[in-house]
């Protein structure tokens, strides 16, 4: 019941997060094409170059979540393969210092993107944005890491390693 709701949801939210993800790489597309094409009509795309970055950051976290739910993420199949039936204990382990990890980057983002905001930090760059607005790509795409690398973790000690390996195996439409 419940939890074939919340399961559903959280993968929406991680496919939704990798649209995002893809969007952003979109994103620097057209604004390369926009700036070469400003380039050789002789106008300039003042802040081009800094938009690129927040694209591309926005492409990098947003796409993370969806990756680590389709394990896409490069883990030590190998070594966890070694340790037999003590693999499940090595299954908690990465995923919890992964979640501890992500926790840890997310409470940071949000701090950095706050003071960001509290200051009024602008960018050095010719678009001179608030930097807290960029930052917020950061914050949203760990928040979404860190609720997918909870969701793992949490089907590792509560559902078994046996029923892991299920779930990752079916798509629940």
Known sequence: GLFIYMRKFLDK???YSAYLGAFFLILIL???VCQMLARWTGFTFPGATAYAGYAMAGSAFFALAHTLNEDGHIRVKILLSKLGDKKRLGEIWCYGIGTALTVYFFYYSC???YFSFILNDISQSEDAWPV???QMSMVLGTLI???AFIDRLYQILFLGYEEQEVIDD???D
Do not use: F
């Open 145 to 147: 890491i860190s609720i």
């Open 30 to 32: 057209t604004l390369i």
């Open 13 to 15: 939210l991680y496919l």
């Open 170 to 172: 079916k798509m629940i």
């Open 132 to 134: 807290w607005i960029p």
């Open 111 to 113: 701090r950095g993107a």
